[in-house]
């Protein structure tokens, strides 16, 4: 009887833990983080990527956001180069519901419902990759990716992107174990 109480709780716990944004991230490990403390984009790898000139500015102003609140400077002269590029890719997913009466696995028979029920969806995800480059050696320290569902919805463009650049730079720094 206890575990049908504590059955929601834990449904509602992993529901809201779960991110719609799956992210990882790599970096030198001989690199100390600590020095850096001014940033600037790569202008000529971010022309380069292919997306919208209007997603482009998106992801800048969410980066240039997020760098700033965790106390990085934009410079003319900065210790890191920040650099992004995406890709996306149409995900297709087919369900089939097989409603009848019988034994075991597969189909039963039912006078109703011959064959059941398919249905097919469609959505884009796309991955979000995040470059940082020590100025100075030309050098590339550490790398961020954040994977998700994409939306065409124009309202909701900014806070999907926002969402997928703030879970990727949290992770930067790094941690040293």
């Given at each position: 009887?206890?575990?049908l109480?504590?059955?929601?709780?834990?449904?509602l716990?992993i529901?809201?833990?779960?991110?719609?944004?799956?992210?990882n991230a790599?970096?030198?490990?001989?690199?100390d983080?600590?020095?850096?403390?001014?940033?600037?984009?790569?202008?000529?790898?971010?022309?380069k990527?292919?997306?919208s000139?209007?997603?482009?500015?998106?992801?800048?102003?969410?980066?240039?956001?997020?760098?700033?609140?965790?106390?990085?400077t934009?410079s003319?002269?900065?210790?890191?180069?920040i650099?992004?590029?995406?890709?996306?890719?149409?995900?297709?997913?087919?369900?089939?519901?097989?409603?009848?009466?019988?034994?075991?696995?597969g189909?039963?028979?039912n006078?109703?419902?011959?064959?059941?029920?398919t249905?097919?969806s469609r959505?884009t995800?796309?991955?979000?990759?995040?470059?940082?480059?020590d100025?100075?050696?030309?050098?590339?320290i550490w790398?961020?990716?954040?994977?998700?569902?994409?939306?065409?919805?124009?309202?909701k463009?900014?806070e999907?992107?926002?969402e997928?650049?703030?879970?990727i730079?949290e992770?930067?720094?790094p941690?040293k174990?």
């Amino acid at each position: 009887m206890k575990s049908l109480k504590i059955l929601p709780l834990l449904l509602l716990f992993i529901a809201s833990s779960c991110s719609s944004v799956r992210v990882n991230a790599d970096y030198d490990k001989n690199v100390d983080f600590a020095p850096y403390k001014t940033f600037a984009f790569h202008k000529n790898s971010i022309d380069k990527v292919e997306i919208s000139d209007l997603d482009k500015k998106r992801i800048l102003r969410s980066i240039d956001e997020v760098m700033t609140a965790r106390g990085f400077t934009k410079s003319e002269n900065p210790d890191l180069l920040i650099s992004f590029f995406t890709k996306e890719r149409e995900q297709v997913n087919v369900n089939q519901f097989n409603a009848g009466w019988g034994y075991g696995w597969g189909y039963g028979w039912n006078p109703y419902l011959w064959g059941g029920n398919t249905s097919v969806s469609r959505y884009t995800e796309g991955t979000l990759y995040i470059d940082i480059i020590d100025a100075n050696k030309k050098e590339l320290i550490w790398q961020g990716d954040g994977e998700g569902v994409l939306t065409k919805d124009t309202n909701k463009k900014d806070e999907k992107i926002k969402e997928f650049v703030s879970k990727i730079l949290e992770q930067y720094p790094p941690k040293k174990k």
